[in-house]
Every structure is written in structure tokens, then in C-alpha cells.
């Protein structure tokens, strides 16, 4: 077989994704699977039939992490890993995650109706729970994989109506047996979307990414004092949700405020009560900074730390501010990040070169092993919502593009 022609197949790369985003599909065409909910179970379940079919060496490790590893010629080496995640974000997209999982998943069914072997052994996994919205942080079974995370801690992680995280692994039947502890990786490849209107904009369908940007994550717990929201004057009031009001702002116009490449976000609210009629009590909000610059990110987290607590003196209601989790922003590894590019090249695809503003993980594994990025262009360069869209030839290109650098490195020895 002449290994400079071979292509994936675009349409067994689409069916897989259409089938796949039958599973928790909802109304709007998007997908919801949260980590460890009962669509994340069937996602898995058919994942694991596809791995079967395959014939692979299948592990599920004791956070969920999914392996399914296909033989080299020389087994004792370490292998090619590729790989991204199966859940999705409230009402999220089809494509997140999913694509760089069906993705590798096609190289391999490429290779094995091909016949064709390799000198090291190749990993395809689906991580747990990297989406960090039902349970945070984000990238919580590559984290503990690589270490960056304490397996225990994570395990504990609640989500908003006390579902443990551990409970909920048992629950769907994907608490393996396998220690989710790091091995030798020769090289990890993460195939992806873009999530971002760049590639689009500037009409290239690959993007090479150099790294990812650091993630800063805040939770904000804010104390007022409930009472009738009639009788009750306005002055002298202590109301919970207008001091977080007046916080949202903040967040809004820091990166304004700092100059540089920053973006600040309130995402997620809670309000207690949350009645009409009753002064808010209580309110949980999260900030989420992200910068390239740590340095920038964390001052101006500092910033924004003393603006918080200067609003919640002067409008009366105590503050906690609890620092979530932080990861530093992750550069690939050059030579990973050039193999990409030149089998972009030799493929005559048109390319850019970026960085990564979501996160992925790829970050938590570019610390143990040298990593690299394939992005192919989000329509309109909306993601995380239920119009999420990627055009099927750029889902097969960015697939060929990881089929040839898997093929390549799976043959160095
Ligand atoms: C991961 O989905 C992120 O928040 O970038
Ligand atoms: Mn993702
Ligand atoms: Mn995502």
C-alpha cells in the first residue's frame, strides 16, 4: 500500500458522528451528554462496541478513562496516542470532543482495512469529563491521568444537586479497574474544532495550533439578606444579586482595563431564592480568565479580587472567593507542532498557524509527553451552543491531516 495516498473515508467519518449525535440529541440539533449522566453511558457503550469490532485492547481506567490500543509491530514500544472526549456542555454541539474521538477512530478503521501496521503500538482515548460543567474543573480524567490532579479529590467533586462524582462513574458502570496513572506516550495528537471564527475568517481549513492558552477559574459566593420585596425600603438593603450585578460588570471590562490578549467571563449564576418577591440572599458566580500570559491573568485576577471585595463591603454582603483552579498556559512541542504542519502541506491542504484559546486536553498532556493540535473551521465560529457546525469536508481533511502524522510517528523508532 502506498502510504503517501491513503485518505480516511469522509463518509464513515460522518456516519459515525451522526450516530454518535443521535445520543442526547436535542431539539435545537445540538447534543447534551454531560460527564457521567445516561447519554455520556450510551456514548461510551457504543464507543466500546466500535473498539471491539476493531479488535483492540480495550482498558477503562479507575476515572473512566477509555484506552483502546491496536498492536505495533514492535509492542514493547511506547505508543502514538490520539484522542479527545465524548461529553458535551448543556444543549452543546455535535462536533466538541466527539470529532477528534470518531476522528481517530476512522484513522484506525483506515489502517485496518488497509492492512497496514506500524512500528509502535496506537492508543485511541476518550477522557472523562473534560467539559467542567456538570463537574469542575474541566479536563478532570486526563488531569488525574497526568497527574495534575489528585484522583481522590476529583472523585468528590459534587455537581449542583450533590451527585457525587464517584457515585455517579459506579453509577453508568465505567469505574474501571486499571490505575489512571501516567505510562510512556511517544507522542499525543487531540483532533478538534476550532470553536473560534479565525480559521473561517481567513479562509484556511487546518489550523496548527503552537499551544493553548492558561484557564483561570474563580467561584464567588456572595451572603446578603433576604426580606419582602415590598415593604422593605431600598436603602439599607443588602441584595446578594445586584452586588454580584455590579461584580458581573467588572468582569466585563477587564480586559479592557488590562490592555493585552485577556477575555473574561460570567458564565454560570446561582440566585437563592430566586423568588419575584423576595430580596436575593445569596449568590454563587463563577469568572472565568484566559490569557496566553499567566503573569497578565493572574494580575489581573488581582485586580478584579479587590474590586470584588471593595463592592462587597460598601453594598454590605460578605464575600468568599474560592480560586478555583488555574492551568498555566501549555506551548506543544515544536517538532510535533512541525510534523503537523508538514503533513498539512504534503497533503495540499491550506493551513494557519494559532493558538488555542479553549481548552483541551491536550493541555494536562502536553506536561508528560509531546503533544500536538489539528483544528478544522467552526461555522460562524459558534461553539458550545446547538448550532455548533463543521463542514464534512473539513471534518475529513482535518482527519487525513491525523491519519499521515499518526502513520509517521507510530514509524519512528
Ligand atoms: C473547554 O471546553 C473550554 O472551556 O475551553
Ligand atoms: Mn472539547
Ligand atoms: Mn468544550
Known amino acids: 500500500m502506498n502510504l503517501k495516498g491513503l485518505r480516511v473515508s469522509g463518509r464513515r ?20 451528554r454531560l460527564a457521567l449522566a445516561d447519554e455520556d453511558k450510551k456514548a461510551r457503550d457504543l464507543f466500546v462496541d466500535w473498539l471491539q469490532a476493531l479488535k483492540l485492547e480495550i482498558a ?5 478513562n477509555i484506552f483502546g490500543t491496536r498492536p505495533g509491530a514492535q509492542k514493547a514500544l511506547p505508543p502514538v496516542m490520539s484522542g479527545s472526549h465524548i461529553d458535551s456542555q448543556p444543549r452543546g454541539g455535535r462536533f466538541d470532543g466527539i470529532l477528534g474521538v470518531m476522528g481517530t477512530l476512522e484513522v484506525l478503521r483506515t489502517l485496518e482495512e488497509n492492512n497496514i501496521s506500524t512500528a509502535r503500538p496506537i492508543a485511541i482515548v476518550a477522557w472523562t469529563s473534560e467539559e467542567g460543567c456538570r463537574f469542575t474543573p474541566a479536563m478532570l480524567g486526563s488531569g488525574v491521568w497526568t497527574g495534575a490532579l489528585d484522583r481522590d479529590w476529583v472523585y468528590n467533586r459534587t ?11 459506579i453509577r453508568i458502570g465505567y469505574k474501571g479497574t486499571a490505575p489512571c496513572k501516567k505510562k510512556p506516550v511517544h507522542c499525543y495528537y487531540e483532533y478538534h474544532i476550532e470553536q473560534g471564527p479565525v480559521l473561517e475568517r481567513e479562509a484556511k481549513t487546518i489550523g496548527v495550533p503552537r499551544g493553548i ?3 483561570h477559574w474563580y467561584d464567588i459566593y456572595l451572603e446578603g439578606e433576604a426580606n419582602q420585596a415590598g415593604p422593605t425600603p431600598m436603602a439599607g438593603r ?17 480586559p479592557q482595563r488590562m490592555g493585552g490578549k485577556l477575555v473574561a467571563t460570567v458564565g454560570e449564576i446561582q440566585n437563592y431564592p430566586n423568588s419575584r418577591n423576595i430580596i436575593p440572599a445569596k449568590v454563587h458566580f463563577t469568572v472565568d480568565i484566559r490569557s496566553w ?9 488581582d485586580l478584579l479580587r479587590n474590586d470584588f471585595e471593595d463592592i462587597a463591603a460598601s453594598r454590605g454582603c460578605p464575600i468568599n472567593i474560592e480560586e478555583t483552579w488555574r492551568v498555566a498556559h501549555a506551548p506543544f512541542d515544536e517538532k510535533r507542532v512541525q510534523l503537523i504542519t508538514d ?4 497533503l495540499g491542504y491550506s493551513y494557519l498557524p494559532m493558538v488555542s484559546g479553549a481548552g483541551h486536553d491536550a493541555s494536562y498532556m502536553s506536561r508528560v509527553c509531546p503533544t500536538a493540535m489539528i483544528f478544522v473551521p467552526s461555522i460562524g465560529g459558534r461553539s458550545h451552543v446547538e448550532v455548533e457546525n463543521t463542514r464534512m469536508e473539513d471534518c475529513a481533511a482535518g482527519a487525513n491531516v491525523l491519519l499521515h502524522a499518526i502513520v509517521r510517528s507510530a514509524n519512528e523508532i
Open 159 to 169: 455537581d449542583l444537586s450533590g451527585r457525587r462524582f464517584e457515585d455517579e462513574l
Open 293 to 301: 500570559d499567566d503573569q497578565h491573568a493572574i494580575k489581573a485576577w
Open 13 to 32: 467519518l460522518q456516519s459515525a458522528l451522526e450516530e454518535m449525535a443521535r445520543i442526547g440529541a436535542t431539539a435545537g440539533g445540538g447534543v447534551q
Open 238 to 254: 443588602r441584595d446578594a444579586l445586584v452586588t454580584a450585578a455590579e461584580m458581573i460588570l467588572k468582569v466585563n471590562e477587564l
Open 213 to 215: 492558552t492558561g484557564l
Open 343 to 346: 503533513c498539512v502541506a504534503s
Open 60 to 64: 477503562v481506567d479507575e476515572m473512566g
